[in-house]
């Protein structure tokens, strides 16, 4: 029988897991400023669990049980082939989403007035943009070489900001704070000196790359202050694009945790979510349906059925981090249905189908949960707000997989430093890992 000393015990180890899993995601996080370098982050942990990259363009030979991923620019593919074909088995899925509200720097970004040198941007996704103010901010994503070769970058330490305006020179602002994009939010860099290269210069030295090789670039802004355990007893997490690295790197875990069975286990982190998912790499593109058929086909001879019938025996589950009750405005909340930190997963649910959860899929996954020992929240948005939405949706109207949405709760979604809660890590990461394992 466990003694009283053996139960404290336990119960250490149990803190301990929960926080060196948070601190797992602070990592993740504080290695993907950008969609290109999630991606590369997931990537490097893949190959190093002994997932190897599959491209696009050549023929696939997937043997069973073969682990393997696949890149489409800030998009990733992983899967771990099950014993049996796709189209018998069917597949278990994850999806989520690697990128966050930011800004994009433009074409011609170099901008000089007032005697400072700025950096032209255009905002990416619906940002609260007043949180980006006063920030230690720096560029980073991914350049284009001459000959179509790409180049990870970050510029070190963190050169921009974007300044507010004392109280003193605009009293209007107790009114509320109005930032137009194009006039206010444009990043100083430096004071001016003639003569003194442009930001491109600056970006291809980091990246040991000829500015005149570069043809082409995807690069954003970001926080660059780590991310750091907070809260009273250290166990929130307060960090830059929770929404939804909070998810992909779960996800991610999950898939290396999950053991090899007869069916199919597919993680999709999707870029361009924030945009409305409308590119080649985001969720209404052909990159997940495209990776299925191939796969289906693979596994089944050639069976032109295969992927549809594949696609029958499926569940997907969206996961995009969700909205945890606001402690001084709980009333935004739906009062029967109010997520806390820490309190596990979130099942979300909406009559007008901006989830894709329904009674089946929903049903499904609070029996994984319960099967894991996860408890489960739920989440409906009051009937006199509208309703976010995830990729969930659009890949259950695309691909007709049955899909469940799910995810993590926070606070401050959108904002430039979010908060979440390290306990919901592991449980996270335990029910998609029942998932897969189903
Ligand atoms: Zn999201």
């Not at 999950?254 to 969720?283: F, I, K, W, Y």
């Not at 032109?304 to 969700?322: N, Q, Y």
């Not at 948005?381 to 949706?393: M, Q, V």
Request: net charge negative; glycine share 10%.
């Amino acid at each position: 029988m466990p003694s009283p000393t053996d139960d404290r015990a336990d119960a250490a180890d149990d803190a301990a897991h929960e926080l060196a899993l948070g601190d797992d995601l602070r990592a993740f996080v504080d290695a993907s400023p950008s969609p290109s370098h999630a991606v590369a982050e997931m990537a490097r942990r893949l190959t190093g669990a002994g997932f190897t990259e599959l491209a696009e363009a050549d023929r696939w030979q997937p043997a069973p049980g073969g682990r393997h991923f696949v890149v489409r620019h800030g998009s990733l593919v992983a899967f771990r082939l099950g014993s049996r074909p796709l189209a018998e088995s069917g597949m278990r899925l994850v999806g989520a989403h690697t990128d966050s509200p930011t800004f994009k720097v433009r074409p011609h970004s170099d901008v000089r007035q007032a005697g400072y040198r700025l950096v032209g941007v255009e905002p990416y996704g619906g940002g609260l943009w007043h949180t980006w103010l006063d920030r230690e901010l720096t560029v980073a994503g991914r350049v284009v070489l001459r000959g179509g070769e790409t180049a990870l970058v970050r510029l070190p330490g963190a050169p921009l900001r974007l300044p507010s305006l004392a109280i003193h020179l605009d009293r209007s602002v107790r009114e509320g704070l109005t930032l137009d994009p194009q006039r206010h939010l444009v990043p100083v860099w430096d004071q001016a000196l003639e003569g003194e290269p442009g930001l491109l210069e600056a970006v291809a030295s980091a990246a040991g790359v000829d500015v005149d090789d570069i043809v082409g670039h995807d690069l954003v802004l970001a926080d660059t202050q780590p991310a750091a355990r907070s809260g009273a007893d250290g166990t929130w997490i307060a960090a830059p694009r929770l929404d939804n690295l909070g998810c992909s790197h779960a996800g991610l875990l999950a898939l290396l945790a999950a053991p090899a069975g007869d069916r199919t286990q597919v993680l999709v982190a999707n870029d361009h979510e924030e945009v409305g998912s409308g590119s080649m790499a985001g969720a209404r593109g052909s990159f997940l349906e495209d990776v299925v058929r191939r796969l289906a086909s693979a596994t089944d001879s050639g069976d032109p059925e295969a992927g549809h019938r594949a696609m029958a025996r499926s569940i997907l589950v969206s996961a995009d981090m969700a909205h945890a009750v606001h402690p001084t405005q709980y009333d935004r909340h739906e009062p029967a249905h109010r997520p806390r930190l820490g309190g596990g997963p979130v099942l979300k649910l909406n009559a007008n189908q901006a989830y894709a959860t329904d009674a089946t899929t929903g049903g499904w996954f609070a029996d994984r949960a319960a099967e894991a020992g996860v408890p489960l929240q739920r989440f409906v948005t009051r009937a006199d707000l509208p309703c976010g939405s995830t990729i969930g949706p659009l890949t259950a109207t695309r691909l007709g997989i049955a899909t469940v949405d799910v995810g993590s709760p926070m606070l401050g979604m959108h904002s430039c430093r979010e908060t979440a809660s390290a306990l919901d890590v592991p449980l996270m990461v335990d029910v998609l890992t029942a998932c897969f394992d189903d």
